[in-house]
C-alpha cells in the first residue's frame, strides 16, 4: 500500500530542532534502505514528503507516530494508487 506522507512541522526556530532533524534522518535511513519508505525529500524552508510502501495502516500509522516523537508535525496523507495498477484500471474491459 502506497501513501504520500507530507509533514509540516510545528514553527520553531531552526537552531532549536536541529538535533531532532538529524535524528529523524537517522531514523528515516533504514525505511529506505529497506524499501519501506521510497523515497524522502526535505520540504523547501521545512518537511518531509516522504513516500511509504507498506502492508498495513496500522504500519503507517506506528510510522507516523514513530516520526511525530521526533519531530512533532501536522501530517497530510494520500493514499496512491501504483502507476502500472492505475493503468490497469484504465484499460477497456474485454468482454465476450
Request: charged fraction near 20%; proline fraction near 8%; aromatic fraction near 8%.
Amino acid at each position: 500500500m502506497l501513501f504520500l506522507v507530507i509533514s509540516t512541522p510545528q514553527p520553531e526556530r531552526p537552531s532549536v530542532v536541529a538535533a531532532d532533524r538529524q535524528r529523524f534522518w537517522r531514523w528515516m535511513q533504514p525505511l529506505l534502505d529497506a524499501g519501506t519508505a521510497r523515497s524522502a525529500h526535505a520540504r523547501v524552508g521545512r518537511g518531509v514528503v516522504a513516500l511509504f510502501d507498506v502492508d498495513a495502516n496500522e504500519t503507517l500509522h506506528r510510522l507516523m507516530t514513530e516520526w511525530a516523537e521526533i519531530v512533532p508535525a501536522h501530517f497530510d496523507v494520500y493514499p496512491l494508487i501504483d502507476p502500472n495498477a492505475a493503468r490497469h484500471l484504465l484499460a477497456p474491459s474485454i468482454t465476450t
